[in-house]
Each structure stands twice: as structure tokens, then as C-alpha cells.
């Protein structure tokens, strides 16, 4: 059927802002390409366990600035404005709750996301610097409960802390260190509140971010995995195999990735 006239002029109004983005930075095909790549056919729930826990800590983020907008970071204030936000700001009981349980919704999704990895053997070549990379993120996701657990600054807040600086002073070899850094004194104080709310609101979501656009980049470079009772798991008789490399100038002794040199 032919285009009415009407019909092209609205096209053409939306592919000219995309078509000029495209020729300025790749970025459109670069989002088709993340959309409409390839994944094995019998990929099933337990594989967006990856894509819950982005969005739990997207919500994280989103809830996390705005109770930035009301939060006080001093020992003489954060108490009761957290208070504030709770009782007085529109919708703050909401905005606070959802990034309260949010935080334990992120952790659990965490790991039920890495026991996928583990218990369908992702983390295995290719993958491994992935799984580090995922291992980082653990760690930065239990900082960011660890540092935000101060913050509303009541009693359970303050002794909850005072236990996990002590257990950090005990480790071995750079314990004593690590808690006097984070500490910032001789005890939990002002300087401590501070220092918690910057590494929770600035240092650790930064670093967070940076490592999700690694983690999804060498998720996207190396697919993802069938599950191994798959008949197109990889090194099954079935499943499809790379072509041989082909000697070429240059190149000493091809193989296929993976597969020990004759
Ligand atoms: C903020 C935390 C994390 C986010 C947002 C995240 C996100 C994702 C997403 C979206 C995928 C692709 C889909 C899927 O397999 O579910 C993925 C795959 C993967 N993740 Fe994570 N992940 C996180 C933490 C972790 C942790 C803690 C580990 C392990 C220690 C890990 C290891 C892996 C590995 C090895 C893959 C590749 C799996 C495959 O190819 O089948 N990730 N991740």
C-alpha cells in the first residue's frame, strides 16, 4: 500500500534526528545491535536475573537522589531529617521505603543472579573476567548497605556500625588502617557520617555504574550461555563449532579459541 504524504512527512520528522545521531556516533546501531543480537534459543527465566538486578539498583539510584534532595548529612541533623522525610515530605514515607527495602531486594537478587552463573557453569572460559568483574560488583553492593546503614543516624544505625568497624580494625594487615580511614577519628562521629555519606552517595554508586557498562559490554561481546543440560551448550557433540582459522600472513600458528595448539 502506498505511503500517504502525511504518513512520509511524519517519518521523515523521526528519522532525521536519528539518522543524524547515527552518522555522528554509531550509537543507533549500537543499540540495534544490543537489541536484536542473537541469544540461544532455550534461554528461560533464571537468565534475567542479571536484568532485576540492574533495575533494582536503577531504582536505587533514582530513589537514592531524591532522598539526597532532604537528607542532612550532619550528626545533628540527618536524625531528624530522615524523620522529616518519613512524616513531612509527599510521598517520602514511599521514596524512603522503597530504598530501604530495595536495598535488600538488590543484594538478594545479587546473589540469586551469581548462583545462575554458578550453577550453569557461566563463569568458565570465556567468562571469567566477567565473574571477577561480578565479584567486584558483590562487593561494592554490600559497601553500599554497609555505608547507607549509618546514615538515618539512630541507635540501631550507630551501634550497627560501631560492630562493623570493629570487625574491619580486626582483619589482618590492613584492617587497623582500613578502619581508621573509614572511621576518620577516634570514633564514630560527624567526620564518620560524612565520610559514609559521600562514599555511599558519590565513590560507590560511580564505581558501580562504571562496572555495570563493563560487565553488559563482555556480556555482549561473549553471549550468553545455554544452560548445560542445553544440546547447544558449548563443547556438546551438537552444538555448532567455529569454522578452522585459516593460515594467513602474519599469523603464526591459528587455532580456534579455547582449543590447546596441536
Ligand atoms: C550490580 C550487579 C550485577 C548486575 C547489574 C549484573 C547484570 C548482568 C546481566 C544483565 C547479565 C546478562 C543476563 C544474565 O545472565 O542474567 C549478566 C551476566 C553475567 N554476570 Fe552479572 N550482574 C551483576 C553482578 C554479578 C555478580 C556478583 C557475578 C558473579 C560474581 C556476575 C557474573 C556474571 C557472569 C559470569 C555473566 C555471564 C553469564 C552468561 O554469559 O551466561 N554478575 N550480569
Do not use: C
Not at 502506498?2 to 511524519?10: F, I, T, Y
Not at 543524524?20 to 534461554?43: A, H, M, Q
Not at 518519613?86 to 537478587?109: C, K, P, Q, Y
Amino acid at each position: 500500500m502506498a505511503k500517504s504524504p502525511r504518513r512520509k512527512q511524519v517519518e521523515a520528522m523521526i528519522l532525521y534526528p536519528v539518522d543524524w545521531l547515527e552518522e555522528r556516533s554509531g550509537l543507533v546501531g549500537g543499540i540495534k545491535y544490543f537489541l536484536f543480537r542473537k541469544v540461544p534459543g532455550d534461554t528461560g527465566w533464571a537468565h534475567t536475573l542479571g536484568s532485576a538486578t540492574l533495575t533494582a539498583f536503577l531504582v536505587q539510584a533514582i530513589t537514592g537522589v531524591i532522598l539526597a534532595m532532604y537528607y542532612k548529612p550532619s550528626t545533628n541533623e540527618a536524625y531528624a531529617s530522615v524523620q522529616h522525610i518519613t512524616n513531612d515530605v509527599e510521598f517520602g514515607w514511599l521514596v524512603r521505603g522503597m530504598h530501604r527495602w530495595g536495598a535488600s531486594v538488590f543484594i538478594i537478587l545479587l546473589f540469586f543472579h551469581m548462583a545462575r552463573v554458578f550453577l550453569y557453569g557461566a563463569y568458565k572460559y570465556p567468562r571469567e573476567l566477567n565473574w571477577i568483574v561480578g565479584f567486584i560488583l558483590l562487593i561494592l553492593g554490600m559497601f553500599e548497605g554497609f555505608t547507607g546503614y549509618l546514615l538515618p543516624y539512630d541507635q540501631t544505625a550507630y551501634w550497627a556500625t560501631v560492630v562493623g568497624m570493629n570487625i574491619t580494625a580486626n582483619g589482618p594487615f590492613v584492617g587497623t588502617i582500613l578502619g581508621q580511614i573509614m572511621q576518620g577519628g577516634p570514633a564514630i562521629g560527624p567526620d564518620t557520617l560524612s565520610r559514609f555519606y559521600s562514599l555511599h552517595m558519590l565513590v560507590a554508586p560511580g564505581l558501580i555504574f562504571a562496572l555495570i557498562g563493563l560487565h553488559l559490554y563482555l556480556v555482549i561481546r561473549l553471549g550468553v550461555t545455554s544452560p548445560p543440560w542445553s544440546k547447544e551448550a558449548a563443547g556438546s557433540e551438537h552444538a555448532e563449532r567455529e569454522p578452522e582459522p585459516q593460515p594467513r600472513a602474519g599469523l603464526v600458528a591459528p587455532t580456534t579459541r579455547g582449543r590447546p595448539e596441536a
